[in-house]
């Protein structure tokens, strides 16, 4: 009696398992790109505008500061991305949560310490709507969001001319200095004439927190799950409509503290607050890794893309560029960090 053996597949001789390559493993993480392009432009700008105070305090501080603001807003972004949606709306509900916060304050004379928690409120009801009809509808949710920009954006300018026949509604003096308002609006430290706001703490707080859900919570496998196949995701038990919603609150909540830490700061919103953030964010999540079809991203890659945009929005100042030209920048910088997001992971899967 013969025994059958095993087919040569089913073992692979010892020679044959080899360790992945240090450089296809740094090659695989989503943020190296990024990584190497905020070095790259940082070093440019610091050569070609070191001498116009690039390198300076003042200079650190503004577009830090930049950076800061569009990266509390591309962390958000980057996980929803992940998930395989998008967020048009979020430039909207800058300017609407700005104006909410604004107008209870100064018009209906609402503590600040209710007003902010009522901001944020008022901003996960919009993202819970915008998961919700993304979800009942089935429609894409570039569109579902698209729809919402335009309503909150038109809602936001009537109904603020409306009520105080203004676009812009001030904050009184008493307000910008209300205690209340100190986690979202204060200076962490001066250096010559370079001051550093502490948006950069709630920068560095949301990349933190964005990164521990995704790289040590359940949730964060949910999020890769999904954005891979939903279908597939579903299969496995994974709760996919409760993930997407959370997702869109997540990303209105960014844009509720992002109104949270500029209104009190500039003393005032408009209703133009906001515009175009949210291709500023979806820019920095791409900058930064992120794949545009789900799946795949870093919320520390988001982080570098946030720098690089901050860098160059600032840079091109120092050099003595015209800032016309920041939307050209901008636009090849997108280009060129898909491509070479898709030329690297290409590189680290072994694929052509």
């Given at each position: 009696m013969t025994t059958a053996s095993a087919p040569p597949s089913a073992a692979a001789p010892p020679s044959r398992l080899r360790a992945e390559s240090p450089l296809r493993r740094i090659l695989s993480r989503p943020e190296s790109g990024a990584l190497v392009g905020a070095i790259v432009v940082f070093v440019i700008f610091a050569v070609l505008g070191g001498k116009g105070g690039f390198l300076s305090p003042t200079g650190f501080a503004g577009y830090l500061e930049l950076a800061a603001q569009v990266g509390i807003l591309g962390a958000s972004v980057t996980l929803l991305m992940i998930a395989g949606e998008?967020?048009?709306?979020?430039?909207?509900?800058?300017?609407?949560?700005?104006?909410?916060?604004?107008?209870?304050?100064?018009?209906?004379?609402?503590?600040?310490?209710?007003?902010?928690?009522?901001?944020?409120?008022?901003?996960?009801?919009?993202?819970?709507?915008?998961g919700w009809l993304v979800i009942r509808t089935g429609l894409p949710s570039f569109i579902v969001t698209l729809a919402t920009q335009l309503i909150l954006r038109g809602a936001t300018i009537a109904l603020t001319r409306q009520i105080t026949n203004l676009t812009i509604v001030n904050l009184p003096d008493a307000a910008k200095s209300d205690p209340a308002f100190i986690p979202f609006a204060t200076t962490l430290f001066k250096i010559d004439t370079g001051t550093f706001k502490v948006e950069l703490v709630w920068w560095i707080i949301v990349v933190v927190l964005?990164?521990?859900?995704?790289m040590r919570t359940r949730f964060g496998n949910w999020i890769y799950a999904v954005g891979g196949s939903a279908q597939a995701?579903?299969?496995?038990?994974?709760?996919?409509?409760r993930v997407k919603i959370l997702l869109f609150m997540g990303t209105a909540a960014s844009a509720a503290l992002y109104a949270c830490v500029v209104v009190p700061s500039v003393g005032s919103a408009?209703?133009?607050?906001?515009?175009?953030?949210?291709?500023?964010?979806?820019?920095?999540?791409?900058?930064?890794?992120?794949?545009?079809?789900?799946?795949?991203?870093?919320?520390?890659?988001?982080?570098?893309?946030?720098?690089?945009?901050?860098?160059?929005?600032?840079?091109?100042?120092?050099?003595?560029?015209?800032?016309?030209?920041y939307q050209v920048v901008l636009g090849s910088i997108l280009l060129l960090a898909v491509l070479a997001n898709t030329y690297l992971l290409r590189r680290a899967s072994g694929t052509r």
């Open positions: 998008f967020d048009l709306s979020i430039g909207s509900v800058i300017g609407a949560c700005g104006l909410f916060l604004a107008m209870l304050i100064s018009v209906y004379s609402v503590p600040v310490a209710i007003a902010i928690p009522a901001t944020f409120a008022f901003a996960l009801a919009i993202g819970f709507v915008n964005a990164s521990w859900v995704l995701a579903r299969y496995v038990g994974v709760p996919v409509n408009n209703v133009r607050d906001g515009t175009n953030r949210e291709f500023e964010a979806i820019i920095t999540a791409v900058v930064g890794g992120t794949l545009l079809t789900g799946g795949y991203g870093s919320a520390l890659g988001s982080a570098f893309g946030a720098f690089i945009l901050g860098t160059t929005q600032l840079g091109i100042n120092f050099v003595g560029i015209n800032s016309d030209w």
